[in-house]
């Protein structure tokens, strides 16, 4: 089983909060359902994008145009206000979509975010959502590589990161989240992690990893993401298991999606 966990921290705080207190997780909820066992999937040609046109329509239609996480704007909005963000503040967004999170925090919270996505095509679909905004350069989509992570150092007051371990190490794509924080700056992160090792033998694992496109192996435990954190001299206040929250939103916007199609 696997689930997704938000991640609270300060960084460069351990020494005013002295040591993490350990936070029991719940048990993680069951799946919502099993993918059905007659579920045929091939593989799209070389060099199809992951995120096609026809593919973020659904995702518009489901999450709020330019969100790829369920809950779309009331989601990120949730993530972010603990940080205090403001019109003073940066932000750096790692796992930015296509655009929607940034234009909203941007818009809502005053804040000046530069959203990154490893997707190239969710990146241009961000630039042109931006750029039909009156935002200028208070929101940003720039290209980033998790296999070879260099933000720009200490550029930013606080950080939102939606799963950037999807295609990366957990050591070298915190380090350099780590290292483009400020001194004092604050992190929310949402990552999707397994109670243990995932076997790709497995078949229900190889039909999610091949739908997902990404390696079952490469899926974090808590445990590991927390001690690396930790490593980087960040205190982890809060890690909270936020799968049925998502399993909940997700099934809503489904909900919604095919009542709208009946109607």
């Known amino acids: 089983e696997f689930r997704r966990v938000l991640f609270r921290s300060s960084h460069a ?25 007659d579920l045929e ?17 659904v995702a518009d239609s489901l999450w709020g145009g330019g969100y790829q996480l369920p809950g779309g704007e009331i989601e990120f909005l949730r993530l972010a206000k603990p940080l205090g963000l403001s019109a003073a503040s940066t932000l750096l967004l790692v ?8 234009c909203a925090l941007a818009a809502r919270l005053g804040v ?14 961000a630039r042109q959502r931006i750029g039909g905004t009156k ?3 208070r929101a940003q989509a720039e290209v980033w590589d998790p296999f ?12 939102l990161a939606i799963q950037p371990l999807r295609g990366g190490l957990p ?15 604050q992190l929310t992160l949402v990552e999707l992690v397994a109670d243990s090792p995932l076997d790709a033998r497995d078949p229900d694992t190889a039909r999610w990893a091949a739908l997902e496109r990404r390696a079952p192996e ?27 929250r998502h399993a909940d939103q997700a099934l809503l916007g489904w909900r919604t999606r095919v009542q709208i199609g009946r109607a």
């Open 13 to 37: 705080l351990r020494n005013w909060f002295g040591r993490s207190v350990p936070v029991e997780l719940s048990r993680p909820p069951p799946l919502i359902a099993k993918m059905a066992e």
């Open 95 to 102: 796992g930015a979509g296509a655009g929607g999170a940034a």
């Open 135 to 137: 935002l200028g350069k």
């Open 112 to 125: 000046w975010v530069v959203g990154f996505e490893a997707d190239e095509s969710l990146v241009a679909a």
């Open 218 to 244: 490469g899926v974090p435990t808590e445990t590991t993401v927390t001690r690396v954190l930790g490593r980087l001299g960040f205190d982890v206040r809060v890690a909270e298991d936020i799968s049925r």
């Open 171 to 185: 050591e070298p794509v915190l380090a350099s989240i780590s290292g483009a924080l400020k001194p004092g700056g």
């Open 148 to 159: 070879e992570p260099a933000f720009e150092r200490h550029a930013y007051h606080h950080g």
């Open 41 to 57: 999937y091939e593989p799209p040609p070389e060099g199809t994008p992951n995120w096609p046109p026809e593919r973020l329509a």
